[in-house]
Every structure is written in C-alpha cells, then in structure tokens.
Nanobody, 127 residues
Framework: QVQLVESGGGSVQAGGSLRLSCAAS???????ITWFRQAPGKEREGIAI????????DYADSVRGRFIISRDSAPNTVSLQMNNLKPEDTALYYC?????????????????????WGQGTQVTVSS
C-alpha cells in the first residue's frame, strides 16, 4: 500500500496562493493521485486528479482555472498549486491514491474509490 504524506497547508488571505505537496512511497506509477478536501459539516470533495502514467489531469468545477495539480520537482511528489484562494476553499486537504482503472471521469471524485490516504493538511483562507 502506498504511504502518502501531505505538507504545505497554512493560513492565507483571500486572493493569495498556497502550494500543497503529497509525497508518495513507494511511487505509485500505475495509480492516480487525487486531492480531496473536507470542510466542517461537509462531505469530502475530490478536487483534482493526476493520472501518474499519462499525466492526464482533471478538476472539479469549484477549482478549475485556479488550482493546478502536477508532478513536483521533488522526487515522488505531486503538488497542488492553489491560486486566487477564496474563503470557501477553507478545508482539510488530503491526497489519496488508487489504481488507475478504479476511477473514471464521473467517479474519480468518490472517496470510496481510493485505498491510500494521507493524514491531511489544513488550509484556512480569510476574507
């Protein structure tokens, strides 16, 4: 099973940027890595996916055009660059991994599809 460790959370004012990192061990070359977030009282939401082998990405409408998921320059790391942050982006952010064939365009945002999870990192955006 893949071990995932998130880092990079923090507090920022609206309009600012943060970069989250997800270190994976071992490197899951046949997996997808997806960023989820969960705000208090809300369901966990899949926001960005990266297919490791192909480099294909997809985003939830709530973050499309503001967030970018990519391989990081650091070894075995996937990053989430978050720009133009809004107060509604405040949440606990998780990365998760699963085998690429377990998810599709309409299902990648479902937490039940994922077998490996990090511990989460808090992002707080103030207005």
């Amino acid at each position: 099973q893949v071990q995932l460790v998130e880092s990079g959370g923090g507090s920022v004012q609206a309009g600012g940027s943060l970069r989250l990192s997800c270190a994976a061990s071992p490197w899951p070359k046949d997996n997808v890595i997806t960023w989820f977030r969960q705000a208090p009282g809300k369901e966990r939401e899949g926001i960005a996916i990266l297919y490791i082998a192909s480099g294909i990405t997809d985003y939830a409408d709530s973050v499309r055009g503001r967030f970018i998921i990519s391989r990081d320059s650091a070894p075995n790391t996937v990053s989430l660059q978050m720009n133009n942050l809004k107060p509604e982006d405040t949440a606990l952010y998780y990365c998760a991994a699963t085998f690429w064939s377990r998810v599709g365009k309409g299902t990648w945002g479902s937490p039940a599809k994922y077998v490996s999870w990090g511990q989460g990192t808090q992002v707080t955006v103030s207005s």
